[in-house]
């Protein structure tokens, strides 16, 4: 890649992450949707071969730059968001409708994923994604290779910045590829300008929450799952699969949709706060205690100051200074020791329990009430 102005080759398909046989999601998807999984990634595959062909020909360097875009797309990922859109779709049209119409308008939602992923590893400074550098630190040890003039990190969040950008119009553009009717896909293209807004305002909280974690509480915290990973994760996209499928906005169906999605999109998120503090680095493919070093507050960081003692609060209020690996360990063990780990397990079990409860108000098909069944469990209690 001699011609890559981002990186030399920094995010190549991702390996297997250790101990990805053991992980729910993974054994969901290949009971359920293994074809799907397969169809999402030839679909991306063949998309993003085209755009990049296309935009060599801008300049060589605009090559390596898309490859870039491309690998973040296809380096890894459990497909989470085109399979929640698959099953909302196929709980409405049954088991006999073809698949292949509406895979562009599923594929287009994990281009709109990474497009968060990159600008959210930006704002959060993270050094690594999925076991690899993430694309601004790779992006920025090309440029101090390559010996630029400028500072390399500004650099690196600059490309970051684009690539993510470069996504979105990726996934616009994919999503005008589904085949079908073109008023429903209008219909469609609302649901999916929704999740892109309360994706955005999720974020927004998210970062102003970080600056501002003196005034949080665990109710915004819970906002801030609730905009920022349930709408997009789960909510969303169930919803934009029922769209797809030409569901009444007005049904039992979407109904229930809308109650399981929220659910077992906060349970999502309450997972991820744990797994940020407690996760193994081998398995998540980001360092363990980066929400405690950030102060970042978190639906469990805002139970353990509300749980603490005067004396344990003192010590919770060191969180965001910490930085030595023995420090950051001894503020986890704290945070265990409030009590407010047992809490987030009880309120996962409890929002999976809601999600389950929703799916019973519905006529939904079969297989993909028993799908979203096994997803909540699996989705909730994941190791990466």
Same mark, same amino acid.
């Given at each position: 890649?001699?011609?890559?102005?981002?990186?030399?080759d920094?995010?190549?398909?991702?390996?297997?992450?250790p101990g990805?046989?053991?992980?729910?999601?993974?054994r #969901?998807?290949? $009971?359920?949707t +293994?074809?799907?999984?397969?169809?999402?990634d030839?679909? /991306?595959?063949a998309f993003? !071969?085209a755009?990049?062909d296309s935009?060599?020909e801008?300049?060589? !360097?605009m090559?390596g730059?898309?490859?870039?875009?491309r690998?973040?797309v296809l380096?890894?990922?459990?497909?989470v968001?085109?399979?929640?859109a698959?099953w909302?779709?196929?709980?409405?049209?049954?088991?006999a409708?073809? /698949?292949s119409p509406?895979?562009?308008?599923?594929? @287009?939602?994990?281009?709109?994923h990474?497009?968060?992923?990159?600008h959210?590893?930006?704002m959060d400074a993270?050094? $690594?994604? +999925?076991?690899?550098?993430t694309?601004?630190?790779?992006?920025? =040890?090309w440029?101090?290779?390559?010996?630029? =003039?400028?500072?390399?990190?500004?650099?690196g969040e600059?490309v970051?910045?684009?690539?993510g950008d470069?996504c979105?119009v990726?996934?616009d553009?994919?999503?005008a590829?589904?085949?079908?009717p073109?008023a429903r896909?209008?219909?469609?293209r609302?649901?999916?300008?929704?999740?892109r807004?309360e994706?955005v305002?999720?974020?927004f909280?998210d970062?102003?929450?970080e600056n501002?974690?003196?005034n949080?509480?665990?109710? +915004?915290?819970? +906002?801030?799952?609730?905009y920022?990973t *349930?709408?997009?994760?789960?909510?969303r996209?169930?919803?934009?699969? !029922?769209? /797809?499928?030409?569901?009444? @906005?007005?049904?039992?169906?979407?109904? *229930?949709?809308t109650?399981?999605?929220? =659910?077992?999109g906060? *349970?999502?998120q309450?997972?991820?706060? /744990?797994?940020?503090?407690?996760?193994?680095? *081998?398995? $998540?493919?980001?360092?363990?205690?980066?929400?405690l070093?950030?102060?970042k507050?978190?639906?469990?960081?805002?139970?353990a100051?509300?749980? !603490?003692?005067?004396?344990?609060?003192?010590?919770l209020?060191?969180?965001?200074?910490?930085t030595?690996s023995?420090? #950051?360990?001894?503020?986890?063990?704290l945070v265990?020791?409030?009590?407010?780990v047992?809490r987030?397990e009880?309120?996962?079990?409890e929002?999976?329990a809601?999600?389950?409860?929703?799916?019973? $108000?519905a006529?939904?098909?079969?297989?993909a009430?028993? @799908?979203?069944?096994?997803?909540?469990?699996?989705?909730?209690?994941?190791?990466?």
């Amino acid at each position: 890649m001699a011609n890559d102005a981002v990186a030399a080759d920094p995010r190549r398909v991702a390996p297997a992450q250790p101990g990805a046989t053991d992980d729910p999601v993974r054994r #969901v998807l290949a $009971t359920f949707t +293994r074809d799907l999984v397969d169809g999402v990634d030839e679909t /991306l595959a063949a998309f993003l !071969a085209a755009e990049v062909d296309s935009l060599t020909e801008i300049d060589p !360097a605009m090559g390596g730059f898309a490859a870039t875009a491309r690998d973040c797309v296809l380096a890894g990922g459990k497909r989470v968001r085109p399979t929640f859109a698959y099953w909302g779709w196929r709980g409405v049209v049954g088991g006999a409708e073809l /698949l292949s119409p509406v895979l562009p308008a599923l594929a @287009a939602l994990e281009l709109l994923h990474t497009f968060a992923l990159v600008h959210d590893d930006v704002m959060d400074a993270s050094d $690594t994604r +999925r076991g690899l550098p993430t694309v601004h630190r790779a992006a920025a =040890a090309w440029h101090r290779a390559a010996g630029h =003039a400028g500072d390399s990190d500004r650099y690196g969040e600059a490309v970051a910045v684009l690539i993510g950008d470069l996504c979105m119009v990726w996934a616009d553009r994919l999503l005008a590829h589904a085949n079908v009717p073109p008023a429903r896909l209008l219909e469609v293209r609302r649901c999916y300008d929704q999740m892109r807004v309360e994706t955005v305002a999720g974020q927004f909280l998210d970062v102003l929450g970080e600056n501002d974690a003196a005034n949080w509480s665990v109710e +915004r915290a819970l +906002r801030v799952a609730r905009y920022k990973t *349930a709408s997009y994760t789960v909510q969303r996209p169930l919803l934009f699969g !029922a769209c /797809l499928a030409g569901a009444d @906005a007005d049904s039992p169906l979407v109904a *229930a949709y809308t109650r399981y999605g929220l =659910a077992v999109g906060e *349970a999502f998120q309450l997972r991820d706060d /744990l797994l940020g503090v407690y996760g193994d680095p *081998a398995t $998540t493919g980001k360092p363990a205690g980066d929400d405690l070093r950030t102060g970042k507050p978190t639906v469990l960081l805002m139970l353990a100051r509300q749980r !603490a003692t005067p004396a344990q609060r003192r010590v919770l209020d060191r969180a965001g200074t910490v930085t030595a690996s023995g420090e #950051v360990a001894r503020l986890a063990e704290l945070v265990r020791d409030t009590g407010a780990v047992s809490r987030v397990e009880r309120m996962i079990s409890e929002r999976v329990a809601e999600a389950l409860a929703a799916l019973d $108000t519905a006529s939904i098909d079969g297989t993909a009430r028993t @799908a979203l069944t096994d997803l909540a469990t699996a989705a909730t209690a994941r190791r990466t």
